[in-house]
């Protein structure tokens, strides 16, 4: 059975930083995309980085360019994203995901608050 959880979320202050893991088990995802979404209340979720099955090609939405870095460690199935400078419009359920293409998984989500 495929599963991705997540972990790292929290309540933080403007400025601050967190480090969100998800680490995958059930398959081997190393030759797998995998990425971050993001989605706050009353709004559609929406697309936060992504980062190639090597970790040569990182990909970041513009409103986190400069503050948010995806990793990823294919040895320990688990793909990193660490947010700093948080802003109180970054508060948002994080979903991590694992695209082949052909087959795509999504995590339960993490919380992220960030207080003004």
């Known amino acids: 059975q495929v599963q991705l959880v997540e972990s790292g979320g929290g309540l933080v202050q403007a400025g601050g930083s967190l480090r969100l893991s998800c680490a995958a088990s059930?398959?081997?995802?190393?030759?797998?995309?995998l990425g971050w979404f993001r989605q706050a209340p009353g709004k559609e979720r929406e697309f936060v980085a992504r980062?190639?099955?090597?970790?040569?090609?990182?990909y970041y939405a513009d409103f986190v360019k400069g503050r948010f870095t995806i990793s990823r460690d294919n040895a320990k199935n688990t793909v990193y994203l660490q947010m700093n400078i948080l802003k109180p419009e970054d508060t948002a359920v994080y979903y991590c995901?694992?695209?082949?293409?052909?087959?795509?998984?999504w995590g339960q989500g993490t919380q992220v608050t960030v207080s003004s």
């Open positions: 995901y694992a695209s082949s293409g052909s087959a795509n998984y």
């Open positions: 059930g398959r081997t995802f190393s030759s797998y995309t």
């Open positions: 980062i190639s099955w090597s970790g040569g090609g990182t």
